[in-house]
């Protein structure tokens, strides 16, 4: 057994559940499923109950036990009536397994609660014959039957661990806030790859544009490139051929990917299965922000929003900030967002200086130009000129602020920057500062913003870290 085969089969004992996780799940769908059924007796319209996702694939990791209960409707359903019974049976399905709903947002509404340490999710789909779909979720029915008749037996850990190699490097989950793999994406590959070494030898290899079409819809990559233009990444759908499963992954993670499988063959370790999920300490954090140039915008939502339209709006505004800044002569070197996806938000950016200089050079007209006379009548007063340099006209003026996070706010205020509408209110009554103390007391109460700002402030992704 060579090295690389050793660390593997030590990583396999990590992302493996163990016994009692396996038993625990098992109970809590078994009630599930039993409970979900007798919830949807009599009503019109609700079909059948079925398991889906991980737990129905057995592909799910060590600690990430998740129930996905998908609730099947007859497509005469609307889908306004849908998404309310959804809602209504989903919270009585939970409280009846002893957790808390949470109404939760993706293509329409489902609900989510935590049984006994399980994430259970009821969710709603039409049920339909490919590819007359109605709602996103209508594939996945198809896409747990299409993995199960794939898989061969013991391929089940090959996805484990290389679900857990993307977990512990930071690009798992195709949600917004990380625009990375999804579940069903890494087992596709594991299918098409055969094994986790063999995949992660060709990760390592990969350059974008990358295509993979398991069943051949599409004679030819130049095909596939047109169906799928400016995707890195291209899975062609096994149960779609008009949808790439890897729509949600950005080059940014591809490429981490990419990097993280050079490494690991390079120098095999279990580090890489290995989640860094460490608070650090204040003294620790004070002395990665000195001499740092960090802007930081803290805000409070009224209300708990779904968790994929939060990110979209914190990431949307993130960029309007961070246009705005580079427009004010700012540079941004780095921006991140960060939520406790209850309350507390922060978009924050390290700049090259928290100050722009007091005097700018103003760049006129050529002296040849009809209104050359009047830019030397207008800036006469300036600290220096009008001069002329070859054939165009310049002064020196001075900047009345010059403080990022007060010209910030002012721009703000005045609604100059690109805000998402749904934080706009929030932004505007935000904390916008540079004060490196005032951030570290907003950190020394949460746990989460402190791993989020020594993530920030590192710049390395996990694998990266020694």
Not at 25 to 34: G, P, T
Not at 149 to 174: I, N, T
Not at 231 to 259: C, G, K, Q, Y
Not at 317 to 343: A, I
């Amino acid at each position: 057994m060579t090295g690389l085969e050793e660390v593997v089969e030590r990583a396999r004992r990590i992302v493996r559940p163990t016994r009692l996780e396996e038993r625990r799940l098992k109970r809590i769908v078994e009630v599930a499923l039993s409970a979900a059924r007798e919830e949807i007796s009599g009503v019109a319209g609700a079909l059948d109950v079925s398991l889906e996702g991980s737990a129905a694939k057995d592909t799910w990791i060590r600690g990430r036990a998740e129930a996905d209960i998908f609730i099947h409707f007859d497509p005469k359903v609307s889908r306004e009536e849908l998404e309310k019974l959804i809602v209504e049976i989903g919270s009585k399905l939970i409280r009846r397994l002893g957790g808390e709903p949470m109404i939760m947002y993706a293509n329409h509404p489902y609900v989510e609660g935590v049984v006994d340490g399980v994430t259970v999710d009821v969710v709603a789909c039409y049920r339909v014959e490919p590819p007359n779909w109605i709602s996103a979720t209508d594939r996945t029915p198809y896409h747990t039957r299409y993995v199960l008749s794939r898989l061969k037996p013991g391929q089940e850990d090959e996805v484990r661990l290389l679900k857990g190699f993307m977990r512990a490097c930071g690009v798992y989950g195709a949600e917004i806030r990380v625009e990375g793999f999804s579940g069903y994406l890494t087992e596709l590959l594991t299918i098409y790859y055969g094994d986790f070494i063999n995949a992660i030898r060709e990760m390592a290899g990969w350059k974008p544009p990358i295509t993979i079409d398991l069943e051949g819809y599409y004679e030819s990559r130049e095909r596939i490139l047109e169906a799928f233009p400016e995707s890195p990444l291209i899975v062609v759908d096994p149960v779609d051929r008009s949808r790439n499963v890897a729509a949600a992954v950005s080059l940014t993670r591809l490429s981490e990917l990419i990097l993280a499988a050079k490494l690991f063959l390079k120098k095999p370790s279990t580090r890489f299965f290995k989640q860094f999920d460490r608070a650090p300490g204040m003294r620790e954090l004070r002395a990665l922000l000195r001499d740092r140039s960090i802007l930081y915008i803290y805000f409070k939502l009224k209300d708990r929003r779904p968790r994929d339209v939060l990110w979209g709006e914190l990431k949307r505004s993130e960029q309007g900030v961070r246009r705005c800044l580079e427009n004010l002569g700012f540079t941004v070197y780095r921006s991140s967002s960060w939520s406790d996806e209850k309350r507390e938000c922060m978009l924050i950016f390290e700049l090259d200086k928290i100050e722009l200089p007091r005097y700018h050079l103003h760049k006129g007209p050529p002296v040849y130009l009809k209104n050359a006379d009047e830019f030397v009548e207008k800036w006469y007063g300036a600290i220096a000129g009008p001069w002329i340099e070859g054939e165009r006209l310049y002064v020196l003026r001075r900047r009345e602020e010059v403080s990022a996070h007060k010209l910030l706010r002012e721009r703000i205020i005045s609604g100059q920057v690109s805000i998402s509408r749904g934080l706009m209110t929030p932004i505007q009554r935000a904390r916008i500062s540079t004060d490196a103390e005032d951030l570290l007391r907003l950190a020394s109460r949460n746990d989460d913003l402190r791993r989020f700002m020594l993530d920030f402030l590192v710049a390395r992704p996990p694998f990266l870290r020694r």
